[in-house]
């Protein structure tokens, strides 16, 4: 596995990105992640756990990250 620089926490804007979806689609999709992966609301999501629940390799989430 490669070492990734980018920031660890994932959100609605880098989802947006993408996906290629609009704020609130991606908004549904992202508390889907938290209730998934039991989060309250103010817990942030990482981008492994994005991969895990969308089923795409971390490498591929990593260039969608803007920092």
Known sequence: MQKIDNRLFFYTSDLM??????????????????????????????MYQVSEFLRIPVEHIAPYLKC
């Open 17 to 46: 990105r993408l996906s290629g979806k609009c704020e609130r689609s991606c908004r549904r999709t992202m508390k889907k992640m938290r209730d998934f992966f039991k989060l309250e609301s103010y817990q942030e999501l990482t």
